[in-house]
């Protein structure tokens, strides 16, 4: 039989800003407001469209989201901005994607009972990187003290189940030893905030996770990764044209699509039966049945479509404590909204206990990991 492999620590953090929809609606109104003002003309003449105001009403009952944490704060809420303001720092500093990647991976290597110089691996997963290079994994693995490679990865936000199905995979075959997964997502800066159906959607945040043989287990609880499963399905419906391409096209470069677009009601339509299928489907690779399993650590993009996968899967409806929601806190982290989900509520576990973790978005991308308390 091959080696056991576990999750021994994972952490989670967060920047020092939060935004209530209250206060988002309020700035967003603003712009909405002053843009209408000033193209009063256009507007008359039908040149320019009319923007509409967003409510703090909408966004909770659409989505699940009451707040979410982000870099910078002033300028979300600037009509005359609308975008985080994030100053470019010295290439001898460490940059903000890898700060807040450092955070959760010291918490993770804590509760593993680890040190920087225990890691062999750090692969650093993410729906944006914050330069093509030398990679933010490289700059979080000397800022650790760590040893061996690292690399960076995107999935958007199956990056940080895919991460954690690509450690073990290195840990189980002996490329790694003890591996560093982390997810820092700062999805502030690829957000249009100027745009109504969008701009209440993302959070900024970050999740890590030890990898490791769970022999060698130094933590007291650590997750014994029973399998872990991923899929992609290609789809336009959520996109991102941004690019290093960009400039070579200034006619096109600033348009919208080079941030964040969806087709949500699609996506949503799209994505409930693909992931519940997904997740029946490798719950019964394991021979597992609903009654089997304790808790499911979902992707957190929508509260009413976790509830319909969670349905799906179980056959009834879940409890928040079988599928927790951090959405009303975090907002939208993409790949690392469902590792804090699983951060912030595995604890109350007994040892013996099943969970599944799985995250599904752009791509479409969906990974799950099947974890059993040791
Ligand atoms: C994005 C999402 C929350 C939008 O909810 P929705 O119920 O589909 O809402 P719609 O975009 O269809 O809009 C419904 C109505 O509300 C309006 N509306 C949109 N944004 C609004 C806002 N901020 N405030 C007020 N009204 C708003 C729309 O204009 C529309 O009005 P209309 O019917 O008069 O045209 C939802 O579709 C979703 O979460 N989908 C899944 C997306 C996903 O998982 N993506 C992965 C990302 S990583």
């Known amino acids: 039989m091959g080696k056991k ?22 700035g967003f109104n603003r712009y909405v407001q002053h843009f209408n003002r000033e193209n009063a003309a256009a507007i008359a003449s039908g040149e320019v469209t009319e923007l509409r105001e967003s409510t703090a009403e909408f966004i909770e009952k659409a989505s699940g989201i009451k707040q979410r944490f982000v870099c910078n704060k002033s300028g979300i809420l600037d009509p005359e901005i609308m975008r985080p303001v994030i100053p470019q720092r010295p290439n001898e500093e460490l940059c903000i994607q890898a700060e807040l990647a450092v955070n959760a991976c010291k918490m993770a290597l804590e509760q593993a009972g680890r040190v920087g110089e225990d890691i062999d691996l750090v692969i650093l997963a993410s729906s944006n990187l914050q ?3 030398p990679t933010v994994a490289m700059e979080v693995q000397d800022a650790l003290g760590a040893r061996g490679f690292a690399y960076d990865m995107n999935v958007a936000c199956s990056s940080g189940t895919y991460a954690i199905q690509a450690a073990a995979d290195a840990v189980r075959a002996g490329s790694a030893t003890c591996a560093l997964v982390v997810v820092p997502e700062i999805m502030s800066g690829h957000l249009n905030w100027t745009d109504r159906d969008t701009h209440f959607i993302f959070g900024d945040g970050c999740a890590a996770v030890v990898v490791e043989v769970l022999e060698e287990a130094k933590s007291d609880h650590p997750w014994e990764i029973l399998s872990t499963k991923a899929l992609a399905r290609y789809s336009h419906n ?5 690019g290093y391409l960009g400039r070579c096209d200034p006619e096109h470069r600033d348009e919208a699509d080079k941030l964040f677009v969806q087709q949500g009601r699609k996506v949503f339509k799209d994505i409930v039966p693909l992931a519940a299928n997904f997740i029946k489907d490798h719950m019964a690779s394991q021979d597992l049945t609903p009654e089997n399993v304790s808790r499911y650590w979902l992707h957190q993009a929508n509260a009413s479509m976790n ?3 969670a349905k799906r899967v ?7 404590d079988e599928a ?9 982290t993409a790949g690392a909204g469902s590792m804090i989900a699983f951060h912030l ?7 013996g206990s099943t969970g599944v973790l799985c995250s599904f978005g752009a791509g479409y ?10």
């Open 324 to 332: 927790p929601t951090i959405l009303d806190v975090y907002a939208n």
């Open 238 to 242: 959520i996109r991102n044209n941004g």
């Open 131 to 133: 330069r093509p290079y």
């Open 365 to 374: 991308s969906i990974g799950s990991v099947i974890l059993r308390k040791v």
């Open 5 to 26: 492999i576990a999750i021994t620590g994972s952490g989670i953090s967060t920047p020092e800003f939060t935004i209530t929809n209250e206060e988002l609606v309020e």
């Open 345 to 351: 509520h595995n604890e109350d576990l007994a040892p």
């Open 307 to 309: 509830r319909l996968i």
């Open 314 to 320: 179980v056959g009834r409806d879940t409890t928040p």
